[in-house]
């Protein structure tokens, strides 16, 4: 019997065994404990009374096991969208959002709509990699078994197993005329946290770290170690840029590197009732407390990625450049649950050094109903930093320095979610399979004419907001009254705004050309060699090496400021 079946078993008992309760009145006078442990009981009364009825008398057999799970899911994702429960089964996701690892075979896949699914990206050095699948093999059996229609989550359980267990993987090669079978074994497969690290101009480090999960701050250590010592490095640059966060712990141990044994880090602080508080310190010697540090971050840069940062700003030890970050102040804590099953809890909020809490969205309040979840800026309270800086507990860490990216333009957008770019690469990557270095690499005006060629072959839409806003605008001025005497400037717009594909693959050249540029060097060089390609152009990146190239405007920008006024919430 299934796991979640039992457990479901279990709880359609205790409503039989709490029946009795239904009929209890409810006490006149109560605290809230003791109304909430009554709530309690009746709703596990109500929910097992529910699906024992659903069980014995619904007029169609039911998945009672598909819907719990649904349940189960729809009640967690009321409190917050971090609280989740993970069934036995479920362990190796949750194993690679802790770890960073899991037995398989090391690849991204997806789903085509065609049903067919394909392997998107294997992961530098894995199994799939050393195997020799491409991005762009469409699967057809695993093990003998057929899987040419089907969806990514069966074809994900059957890559999985156990390390050292064999598979066999049936793939058709676009543009090859014979299937071809690859054997090889599985192992764990270790997403490396450290995408890429190098030296920059100026002989400045750069590193750029992308997950909190065990061991990660150890494998920044040792690049960070290798900067130092062998290319002997004035400056670093760290890229937490979209970086989701992960473990805390990890996030403490990465501070540790750069400030002194015994600095609060984070405090953490759960119910009030539990006496729930716990103070994490820096609890070792540092490696370098001296080198001058820029921290890069952006609007996807959360959890302890969102720790790290606003430690090292709070303690002015790093210059913190880029868009405000998410705001993730939110502790998560496991706890086991009966039949192997375990729940990720939001247990606590957390505050940097400062005594801020970087918490964008108020999820008590959503419960609630209340639309107003998000602080605004306005009321947003004033903290300080060790030396005395003003800093905001503005949901999220805002940078010391900002820099505003260049804005994508929607048809990129389109194009890089259409299966049409992918198929592109994967046809040039047929007749190219060797470029030159990422930082050298651009494909020609011959390429990108075949490239536009065939988005307008295949009749390639995309959506044009100005197009709706325009015609949104039309029946506002008709509703009134405007539209007769606005026709003529209607008209203009109109024509404008008409959609011209061929038009519009021209006028963003430049930016489709680098995506694809991306996707092509992703293929050879792995996620590092596009970041080394991106490194080349980019904003943020330049005004980091240009604040550690200048000492004084360093300090200065570390060095308490008059005070602004401070708004009380």
Do not use: W
């Not at 009374?49 to 619904?58: A, D, G, K, L, Q």
């Not at 917050?80 to 089964?89: G, I, K, Q």
């Not at 809490?357 to 959503?366: M, T």
């Not at 507990?393 to 805002?398: K, T």
């Amino acid at each position: 019997m299934n796991i979640r079946h039992i457990s479901l078993c279990v709880l359609m008992t205790l409503g039989a065994m709490l029946s009795s309760s239904a009929q209890t009145p409810t006490p006149k006078k109560e605290n809230k404990e003791s109304a909430n442990q009554y709530n309690y009981i009746r709703s596990l009364d109500v929910i097992g009374s529910v699906m024992s009825n659903i069980n014995r008398y619904f007029v169609d057999t039911v998945s009672v096991d598909r819907m719990s799970r649904k349940g189960i899911d729809a009640m967690l994702s009321s409190l917050d969208p971090y609280t989740e429960y993970f069934a036995a089964e479920d362990t190796d996701q949750l194993k690679l959002l802790t770890k960073g690892e899991y037995g398989g075979i090391g690849s991204i896949i997806s789903q085509r709509p065609d049903s067919t699914v394909v392997i998107n990206e294997p992961f530098e050095g894995m199994a799939a990699d050393k195997a020799g699948l491409k991005a762009g093999d469409v699967i057809l059996e695993i093990d003998g078994k057929d899987f040419r229609k089907t969806t990514t989550v069966k074809v994900s359980e059957a890559l999985k197993g156990v390390p050292g267990t064999t598979i066999k993987i049936l793939v058709r090669r676009p543009f090859e005329k014979k299937d071809r079978l690859f054997e090889f074994k599985r192992r764990i497969v270790v997403v490396n946290p450290i995408t890429y690290y190098g030296v920059l101009p100026g002989n400045n480090g750069y590193i750029n770290f992308n997950s909190f999960t065990s061991e990660s701050a150890d494998a920044f250590k040792k690049a960070f170690n290798d900067l130092k010592t062998n290319h002997k490095i004035k400056g670093l640059v760290i890229d937490l840029r979209g970086n989701g966060g992960g473990l805390i712990e990890e996030s403490i141990k990465m501070v540790n590197l750069f400030v002194p044994q015994g600095k609060v880090v984070v405090t953490t602080k759960g119910r009030p009732d539990l006496n729930d508080e716990n103070i994490f310190k820096t609890f070792s010697k540092p490696v370098d407390t001296e080198i001058p540090i820029t921290v890069l971050i952006d609007g996807q840069s959360a959890s302890a990625a969102e720790i790290v940062t606003g430690a090292l700003q709070d303690m002015d030890r790093a210059v913190v450049i880029g868009q405000k970050s998410y705001g993730k102040g939110l502790v998560q804590s496991t706890r086991q649950l009966p039949y192997g099953g375990v729940i990720k809890l939001t247990t606590a909020k957390y505050y940097i050094p400062s005594g801020r809490c970087i918490q964008r969205i108020d999820y008590h309040e959503a419960r609630e109903g209340n639309t107003n979840t998000v602080t605004p800026d306005s009321l947003t309270k004033v903290f300080h930093t060790a030396g005395g800086r003003p800093v905001r507990d503005a949901g999220g860490i805002l940078p010391d320095i900002s820099v505003v990216p260049d804005s994508m333009p929607t048809m990129l957008f389109y194009i890089a979610t259409n299966n049409i770019a992918f198929d592109y690469v994967t046809g040039y990557m047929s007749k190219h399979p060797h470029i030159s270095q990422p930082e050298q690499f651009s494909i020609t005006d011959k390429d990108y004419d075949d490239f536009k060629k065939m988005l307008i072959d295949k009749k390639f839409e995309y959506d044009r907001q100005s197009g709706k806003m325009l015609e949104k605008l039309k029946e506002v001025a008709r509703l009134e009254g405007y539209l007769d005497s606005a026709q003529e400037t209607i008209k203009k717009l109109e024509e404008q705004l008409k959609p011209n594909l061929n038009r519009d693959l021209e006028k963003f050249k430049p930016q489709i050309t680098d995506y694809i540029n991306s996707e092509i060097v992703t293929r050879v060089y792995y996620k590092k060699g596009a970041v080394k390609k991106m490194l080349i152009k980019d904003k943020t990146v330049e005004k980091a090496l240009e604040i550690l190239n200048n000492s004084d405007k360093y300090k200065e920008i570390l060095t308490k400021k008059s005070d602004e006024k401070e708004v009380k919430a």
